[in-house]
């Protein structure tokens, strides 16, 4: 079983997002303003260097500086699935 599904109710475990640290592979979104609209893609990258809660993520030939709160561990399922899914509610701590 993942480690961000709970082993006793089976629904989704959020991401702990305090503990980025160089060398973690992380999803960000980047927004683009166009005339009308603007467009979000996510990319995937390493993080390269932390300060404070702020992270330079390596995404292809550029680096993107975004705080903690706006990273997901790539290994962990997309915000959208947690936002359709059940988050755990259980009492037990480290349960994953």
């Known amino acids: 079983m993942s480690k961000y599904r709970c082993i006793i109710c089976g629904n989704f475990i959020t991401p702990n997002k305090d503990n980025f640290a160089v060398g973690d592979n992380v999803v960000f979104a980047i927004k683009k303003e166009l005339v009308n609209s603007f467009r979000i893609t996510t990319r995937i990258g390493k ?46 701590p480290n349960h994953g």
């Open 47 to 92: 993080i390269e260097w932390v300060k404070d809660k702020v992270a330079g993520i390596k995404s292809g030939n550029k680096t993107f500086e975004r705080i903690f709160d706006q990273l997901h561990p790539a290994d962990a399922p997309s915000p959208l699935a947690y936002a359709l899914g059940e988050i755990c509610e259980c009492e037990v």
